[in-house]
């Protein structure tokens, strides 16, 4: 079965600086797509990045980076130039690319930003 | 705009009752989730659907069930609610390897 995992139940950091979110994950497939989400007080998931397995280039939003390990089945997600309004409940998920498309997430890790 | 909407906000419930959630996406999506969210477990995923009539047990189903008789809707269902299922449900549905949309959550409390 697949597992995400993330072992940061909170995190802080000063405004404008950068951040780093942890995630690993299990799964015996090679290929397939994991993402990280953001919630808001308002409790709306929102996507933040994605990246797919097959791709050996780590995937970029603006301030936000991902650095995805394969073989260590890792995939952090940096924050850079930390804003207020970053601050939030932040998913890494997992998803296989074939056959019935199960959506796992991890556990979710608190960002506070201190201005 | 992708709309996924649950049909309720805040449901309070008895122990022992038979709850239904509805969930409805407008986007012709295969994919929908039904997940339960509690501090500190993240989002757990009760049971998916990949299309009509077609579902797979996710990583904590006991106690629920669900139905897909139209595409477009996904209910949960709570056999005999429980206080321990006493919780915020969240619903959601994407395409293939895209990016998924959610509701916006229904509290459920088993009193």
């Known amino acids: 079965a697949q597992t995400v995992t993330q072992s940061q139940p909170e995190m802080s950091v000063q405004e404008a600086e950068t951040v780093t979110l942890s995630c690993t994950y299990d799964?015996?497939?090679?290929?397939?797509?994991l993402f990280w989400y953001k919630q808001p007080p308002s409790r709306q998931m929102i996507l933040v990045i994605r990246?797919?397995?097959?791709?050996?280039q780590n995937a970029t939003e603006n301030r936000f980076s991902v650095n995805f390990q394969k073989a260590a089945k890792s995939f952090s997600l940096k924050i850079s130039d930390s804003q207020l309004g970053d601050a939030a409940m932040y998913f890494c998920?997992?998803?296989?690319?074939?056959?019935?498309?199960?959506?796992?997430f991890g556990q979710g890790t608190r960002l506070t930003i201190n201005p | 705009d992708v709309k996924v909407t649950q049909s309720s906000r805040y449901l309070v419930k008895r122990t022992g009752e038979k709850v239904f959630l509805e969930c409805v996406q407008d986007m012709d999506h295969e994919n929908m989730f039904w997940y339960r969210q509690d501090p500190g477990l993240g989002l757990r995923l009760i049971y998916f659907?990949?299309?009509?009539?077609?579902?797979e047990k996710g990583d904590i189903p006991e106690g629920y069930s669900v139905s897909r008789e139209k595409k477009e809707r996904f209910s949960l269902i709570l056999e005999s609610a429980s206080t321990n299922q006493t919780s915020m449900y969240l619903c959601?549905?994407?395409?293939?390897?895209?990016?998924?949309?959610f509701g916006q959550g229904t509290r459920l409390t088993v009193v």
């Open positions: 659907s990949y299309d009509v009539k077609m579902k």
């Open positions: 998920a997992y998803s296989r690319i074939q056959g019935a498309q199960k959506l796992v």
């Open positions: 799964t015996s497939e090679s290929d397939y797509y």
């Open positions: 959601a549905s994407l395409l293939r390897g895209a990016e998924a949309f």
């Open positions: 990246q797919e397995a097959y791709k050996q």
